[in-house]
């Protein structure tokens, strides 16, 4: 029924992902999709943008995202902060190098679209320092709760390990290293209680973005109106 509302031509959006379920609370399953444009010969999509189809009216609600352009937009729709209603997750590639990606959390009780979680709100809040040690070592700092994590990368290989450290396994030279912006974000639910949380993955860098050393793995939960760290793990 829908379809009527987007004009067939090369310039004008089309649906490029679906899915139902309820998210304004009527308990009425909702068309929820992503429109865009599609760019000719390539997968890359501009102007993507949320739109809801109410069940119950077929009243269709407009959510512009401020990242808008990428690849394989996609939802998922799942109950995030406990109201025993479907919340939209919204993921987006960006295409870049860094294999960044684009994540948008809404709410849509009473067709109100409220934004709970923003990809770029959350890279501002979680900042990393990463610092190579003596002995083989590299030392990842969690700023936002203080924790400190310690890789050994001395299997990494003779040449790689040469490059940085003399015969005695001393540094020749200071090296820092960097955290990803958010690289991928998975709902989990870890408790079984119906409830998601969200699984937020970040790569750990060495000299470059291709020298990756491991990732930072952020599970959030739902408390007081916000996604809060729930756990935090280092992986290799």
């Not at 109410?54 to 512009?64: A, C, E, S």
């Not at 599970?219 to 996604?227: A, H, P, Q």
């Amino acid at each position: 029924m829908y379809n009527c509302y987007f004009r067939a031509n090369a310039m004008s959006p089309v649906i490029v992902f679906s899915t139902r379920g309820d998210v304004n609370g009527d308990r009425i399953p909702d068309t929820v999709f992503l429109t865009g444009t599609r760019t000719p010969m390539s997968g890359f999509i501009q102007n993507i943008t949320l739109v809801v189809q109410d069940g119950r009216t077929g009243r269709l609600t407009t959510v512009p995202l401020s990242e808008n352009a990428g690849y394989n937009p996609r939802i998922f729709l799942g109950d995030f902060n406990g109201d025993k209603v479907k919340d939209i997750l919204i993921s987006i590639d960006s295409g870049g190098s860094g294999a960044t990606m684009y994540h948008y959390v809404y709410s849509f009780i009473n067709n109100t679209p409220k934004l709970i979680f923003d990809f770029n709100v959350y890279n501002e809040e979680y900042k990393y320092d990463v610092i190579y040690k003596d002995n083989y070592k590299v030392e990842v700092i969690s700023r936002k709760n203080n924790k400190k994590y310690i890789i050994d990368i001395s299997l990494r290989g003779e040449e790689y390990l040469n490059e940085i450290y003399d015969k005695n396994g001393k540094l020749k030279e200071p090296i820092s290293g960097f955290v990803n912006p958010l690289s991928g974000l998975y709902p989990v639910d870890f408790n079984y209680d119906g409830i998601y949380e969200l699984l937020a993955y970040q790569k750990i860098a060495g000299r470059f973005n291709a020298d990756s050393l491991g990732y930072v793995l952020n599970t959030l939960k739902w408390e007081n109106n916000s996604f809060s760290l729930w756990n935090q793990d280092v992986a290799i």
